[in-house]
């Protein structure tokens, strides 16, 4: 049995803008545009619950009240298809227990670091989850969801994780990159530094930050004091990276797939793989996907 305090809260940064996706985003939070027909921000709190977490925290801003609303109950909707003995069940994963599902308000954009800070009073001194909804992470069939393999992890090794990929290491330059330590696993490595975007012949390796976290509520205080970096922004990296070395800190290598959700092009690859895995539907897109090639 862990001896480590349960992860059973989770933090989603939901505040942002969404410029890239406008006009689509004008009046929609980009959170709620579907992959085929779930919306982005189902699977990454779908993601949340496998893993056992029961405290759902929404960081938004101006215009994002849909997002909670998503996650309420629709009584004319579901009264009116329950009166025509329509199924509803296609809506169970959008339930919440009342208290479960919390928000806070990013009144000013400044950045992830700031974002996760504003959650620190329903955070409290237990240690959380952060999930960034536009790294959409889909499990190997059968397998189980990013999450869940870093609660696992922390179970065993407690601390601070991340999840992280490999990538060629002509993209490392793209992203955050982890300095790796002593390997304990295939999939679990001991983190010694974190390097943003580096220059390909200066990265410490190809294993990059991928949206997933467990921090200790240590990196409150962290945040509290800390300066502005890149972008002229509060970067949760730079908190995180200050953490290393005072307490332990795990990279946890994902077994499955990510799509960057955050970009147009990335968006519509998760689209196309997701549906050309659905029984229901996968055949016809297939044959769509291979019409439309064949032009």
């Given at each position: 049995?862990?001896?480590?305090?349960?992860?059973?809260?989770?933090?989603?940064?939901?505040?942002?803008?969404?410029?890239?996706?406008?006009?689509?985003?004008?009046?929609?939070?980009?959170?709620?545009?579907?992959?085929?027909?779930?919306?982005?921000?189902?699977?990454?709190?779908?993601?949340?619950?496998?893993?056992?977490?029961?405290?759902?925290?929404?960081?938004?801003?101006?215009?994002?009240?849909?997002?909670?609303?998503?996650?309420?109950?629709?009584?004319?909707?579901?009264?009116?298809?329950?009166?025509?003995?329509?199924?509803?069940?296609?809506?169970?994963?959008?339930?919440?227990?009342?208290?479960?599902?919390?928000?806070?308000?990013?009144?000013?954009?400044?950045g992830l670091g700031h974002a996760i800070?504003?959650?620190?009073?329903?955070?409290?001194?237990?240690?959380?989850?952060?999930?960034?909804?536009?790294?959409?992470?889909?499990?190997?069939?059968?397998?189980?969801?990013?999450?869940?393999?870093?609660?696992?992890?922390?179970?065993?090794?407690?601390?601070?994780?991340?999840?992280?990929?490999?990538?060629?290491?002509?993209?490392?330059?793209?992203?955050?990159?982890?300095?790796?330590?002593?390997?304990?696993?295939?999939?679990?490595?001991?983190?010694?530094?974190?390097?943003?975007?580096?220059?390909?012949?200066?990265?410490?390796?190809?294993?990059?930050?991928?949206?997933?976290?467990?921090?200790?509520?240590?990196?409150?205080?962290?945040?509290?004091?800390?300066?502005?970096?890149?972008?002229?922004?509060?970067?949760?990296?730079?908190a995180m990276a200050k953490m290393i070395?005072?307490?332990?800190?795990?990279?946890?290598?994902?077994?499955?797939?990510?799509?960057?959700?955050?970009?147009?092009?990335?968006f519509v690859e998760a689209t196309l793989?997701?549906?050309?895995?659905?029984?229901?539907?996968?055949?016809?897109?297939?044959?769509?996907?291979?019409?439309?090639?064949?032009?």
């Amino acid at each position: 049995m862990s001896h480590h305090k349960p992860i059973k809260k989770a933090v989603f940064p939901v505040a942002g803008l969404g410029t890239r996706f406008l006009p689509a985003t004008k009046a929609i939070p980009k959170e709620l545009l579907p992959i085929v027909d779930r919306p982005l921000i189902q699977y990454a709190v779908d993601e949340a619950r496998e893993a056992g977490i029961e405290q759902i925290i929404f960081v938004t801003g101006r215009g994002k009240t849909a997002i909670v609303e998503h996650f309420d109950v629709a009584f004319e909707l579901e009264t009116t298809m329950e009166e025509r003995g329509k199924d509803m069940s296609v809506l169970d994963p959008t339930r919440a227990t009342p208290g479960d599902i919390i928000t806070v308000r990013q009144q000013v954009p400044m950045g992830l670091g700031h974002a996760i800070w504003c959650a620190r009073a329903i955070v409290g001194d237990d240690p959380f989850a952060i999930l960034l909804p536009d790294e959409l992470m889909i499990a190997n069939k059968g397998g189980t969801g990013c999450m869940k393999q870093m609660v696992e992890a922390y179970n065993e090794v407690g601390g601070n994780l991340i999840s992280v990929l490999e990538v060629p290491e002509e993209e490392v330059s793209s992203y955050g990159v982890i300095a790796p330590g002593e390997t304990l696993s295939e999939t679990l490595t001991e983190v010694t530094g974190l390097v943003e975007k580096p220059p390909v012949e200066e990265a410490p390796s190809n294993k990059i930050i991928s949206g997933r976290y467990i921090l200790q509520p240590e990196v409150m205080r962290t945040l509290e004091t800390q300066g502005k970096g890149a972008g002229g922004e509060i970067q949760l990296t730079d908190a995180m990276a200050k953490m290393i070395g005072n307490q332990a800190f795990h990279a946890v290598t994902f077994e499955g797939n990510r799509y960057d959700c955050g970009s147009k092009t990335g968006f519509v690859e998760a689209t196309l793989a997701l549906a050309l895995e659905r029984e229901d539907m996968g055949s016809e897109v297939r044959a769509i996907a291979e019409r439309l090639l064949a032009r």
